[in-house]
């Protein structure tokens, strides 16, 4: 169990069954990257947020506190039943922050097993909503399947959860906003994935509501970019995040306090490339970033990426001078991308 605090606000975070805040309401859903429609989503359970129709429980007292909490899955479930480690737009620490910036109070993590899996729609509402959680009302995107075998629909947990007087809202799926290329696709996870993969970052940008992150710790390298002019802080990110389209970005950074902080982070523009360096033969997948204007050591900083346009694919160069040149150019162009405002 973590109790995370930033900035002076804190995400609670719980298994379920243990150590959780009582009363909830409650948003269910895998989550994965937080966007656009996940908002929605997660609004009717925020304090101040959209208070359903029905109105609160009958059981709940007015002076009690009820925790705007997210429930998900954890692992997620494709990873439980393909037993193949399933690569995240939001590991965990990144989903705890998202969610914290939206005022969520609490995340509680169903540890998805045997167990989990196998209870019914039934059961889920009476063992975990009502008797864990102490929910008192919940919200559900319309493509929510709970229970064995995903037999639950969003519109049984209404019925289901109508047995203990727990309203539930039934969020419609938000589609791509009215200046998108393609209207009336429903915004998702993997529609964002597919977005990464193709190196469009802007309508993955546009879809999450803010710019696709790498966070990750900076490592040495092979110390061979102070020697072009371009040092780069290789970072490490967490093993299940996911690497969006290999090549070269216009990037916004931030370096992440350890202590809480109540400034935002200052930005720092630079350029980062996402590949196998095949011009020094590189053997492995790197992430690295060369920050405009800065001279200071980063080595063990912890460093935001922010993706905000893809200028190119990685190539082999015929020696260091040509990718050297060709560095300068990539660096021109991302001075004036970010410059713009994008
Ligand atoms: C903006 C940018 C573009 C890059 N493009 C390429 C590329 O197209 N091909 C390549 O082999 N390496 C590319 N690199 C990676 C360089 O090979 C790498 O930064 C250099 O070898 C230094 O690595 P080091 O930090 O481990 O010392 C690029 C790096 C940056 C910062
Ligand atoms: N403008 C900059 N952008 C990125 N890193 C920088 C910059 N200036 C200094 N550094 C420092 O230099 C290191 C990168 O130098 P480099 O020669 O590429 O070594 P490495 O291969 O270990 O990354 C970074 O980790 C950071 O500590």
Redesign the pocket.
């Given at each position: 169990m973590l109790n995370l605090s930033q900035n002076g606000c804190s995400v609670w975070v719980a298994s379920s069954t243990k150590g959780l805040l009582t009363p909830t309401a409650v948003a269910l859903g895998k989550f994965d990257g937080v966007h656009l429609g996940h908002h929605r989503v997660i609004q009717p359970v925020l304090h101040g947020g959209n208070q359903l129709s029905v109105g609160a429980s009958p059981q709940s007292n007015e002076n009690e506190h009820t925790y705007s909490t997210v429930v998900t899955f954890h692992p997620h479930p494709q990873e439980f039943f393909t037993g193949q480690p399933r690569a995240l737009l939001t590991p965990l620490d990144e989903k705890i922050e998202q969610l914290r910036s939206l005022g969520v109070e609490q995340l509680v993590l169903l540890p998805f097993d045997k167990e989990l899996s196998a209870l019914s729609p039934e059961d889920f509402v009476e063992k975990i909503l009502v008797q864990r959680l102490q929910c008192q009302r919940v919200s559900v995107g319309q493509d929510f399947c709970f229970g064995k075998q995903r037999r639950g629909t969003a519109k049984d947990l209404q019925l289901l959860a109508a047995n203990y007087q727990i309203p539930v809202t039934i969020v419609p799926l938000q589609t791509y906003a009215d200046n998108a290329p393609v209207k009336d696709i429903p915004i998702s996870t993997s529609l964002i994935r597919h977005s990464l993969e193709s190196g469009d970052i802007k309508n993955a940008n546009l879809l999450l509501g803010r710019p696709y992150t790498l966070v990750g710790v900076v490592v040495q390298?092979?110390?061979?970019?102070?020697t072009?002019g371009?040092?780069?802080a290789?970072l490490q990110l967490p093993n299940d995040k996911f690497v969006p389209h290999k090549g070269?970005y216009a990037v916004r950074v931030s370096i992440v306090s350890e202590t809480p902080d109540v400034h935002a982070p200052i930005q720092i523009l630079g350029?980062?490339?996402i590949?196998?360096?095949?011009?020094?033969n590189?053997t492995c997948l790197?992430v690295?970033?060369?920050l405009f204007d800065w001279a200071n050591d980063l080595y063990g900083k912890k460093l935001a990426v922010q993706l905000i346009e893809f200028l190119?694919s990685?190539?082999?160069?015929p020696d260091l001078e040509a990718?050297k040149t060709?560095?300068q150019l990539?660096?021109t162009i991302a001075r004036e991308i970010l410059s713009a405002g994008c």
């Open positions: 390298g092979q110390q061979l970019g102070r072009i371009f040092p780069t290789n070269v350029v980062m490339n590949g196998d360096r095949p011009t020094v590189g790197s690295e970033v060369h190119r990685e190539q082999k160069f990718l060709q560095i990539d660096c």
